[in-house]
Every structure is written in C-alpha cells, then in structure tokens.
C-alpha cells in the first residue's frame, strides 16, 4: 500500500516527494517523461525581470525558501543541487546605462544589481557592449535532483518512479 500517488515528476511532484520522504510517507512518482517545464527553464533563477530591471515579486523571500528546500534535499541525497554564478545582462544604450544606475541603488534592488559594468568575460559571446552584473542567480542542477530520487527508489527505499 503506498501513501501517495505523485503524478509528473517536475519541480513540484520532487518538493512533494521530499515532503514524502521528511515524513516517512511511501510514494509512487509517475512521469510519461514528455514536455516538462522545469526542464525547458532549465533550473535557471533570477530575482530581476531583466526587460525593465525590476525585481521579481517576493524575490528575497523565494530566494530564502528556495535555499531552504535545496538545503533539506541536499541532507537527504546527500548531493549538491544549487549552483549559485552570476547572470551578465547585455547594456544596449545610454538609456539602459542610466536605468541601471537608478535602479541599482534603489533599496529593493541594490543587492541584485551591481552597481560598476563589466566587459564580456565569455569569448564565445560577440559584443563590445558593457555588462551589468545580476547577483543571487544560479541553477538548480535539475537533472542531478531527478536522478537523485531515482537513486533513492533503486536502493529499495521509499522512492519510485515509473515511466509509461
Ligand atoms: C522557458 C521557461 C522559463 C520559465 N521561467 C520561469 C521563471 O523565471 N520563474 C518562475 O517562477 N517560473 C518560470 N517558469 C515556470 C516554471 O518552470 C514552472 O512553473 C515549473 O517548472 C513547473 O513545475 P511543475 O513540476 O509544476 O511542472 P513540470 O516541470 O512541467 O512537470 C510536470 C511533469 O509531469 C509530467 N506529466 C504531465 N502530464 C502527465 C501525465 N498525464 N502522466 C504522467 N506524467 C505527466 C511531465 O512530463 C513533466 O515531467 C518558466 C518556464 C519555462 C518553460
């Protein structure tokens, strides 16, 4: 007899599993393994919408809990999946130039956007334009959690997953 049934095994269906899991609850993850949004976005984070560089709601506050999560599903994989590294946004004109400026001192954006610009640091990257600097951004090693549970499933314990 098992507790749960978990249908779609993206970011949700694993946040549920670790909830299974913290709490000694059985599971059956069933995955058709098609077109998953978790993997299209692949794992990227960013506290900023970059169109008009201002923040995403709450972001300090998914950022903490995000944290938290990972942190509870690293203890329990015993692996690593975030992977925080800086996101570079491309400054096309003087206008952005001065927007940046603004906002990175602004107080509910000054510790996502660095105020100094960086030339490209990626030489497969063409541009000679300047680079502002995103800070909190990373991944989520996606791929490694999914696995991770299915490593989980195969030495018996109360993870399972299924592909139909
Ligand atoms: C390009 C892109 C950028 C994004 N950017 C952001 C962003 O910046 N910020 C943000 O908050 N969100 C963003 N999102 C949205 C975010 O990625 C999704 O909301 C989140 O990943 C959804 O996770 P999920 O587990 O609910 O669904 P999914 O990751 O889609 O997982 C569902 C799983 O269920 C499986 N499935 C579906 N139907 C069945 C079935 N009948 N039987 C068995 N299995 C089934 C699928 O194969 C899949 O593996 C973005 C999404 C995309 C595509």
Redesign the pocket.
Known sequence: MIDYLI?????????FALECLEHSKSFLI?????????????G???PVVLKRFSP?WRAKE?LKQMNTTFARFELLLKSKYLEYMPLFRLIHDKNELHTWIQKSKLEHLKDFLASEFYLNPYPFVKTLEPMGKVKDCGRILLKSLFRGLQILSSRGKVAYKRI?
Not at 7 to 15: E, I, K, N, R
Not at 30 to 42: E, G, P, T
């Open positions: 249908v779609g095994q993206g970011l949700s269906g694993s946040c069933i995955d058709n393994d098609y077109m998953s949004a978790s993997k299209v976005a692949s990227i984070f960013n995403v998914h139909f």
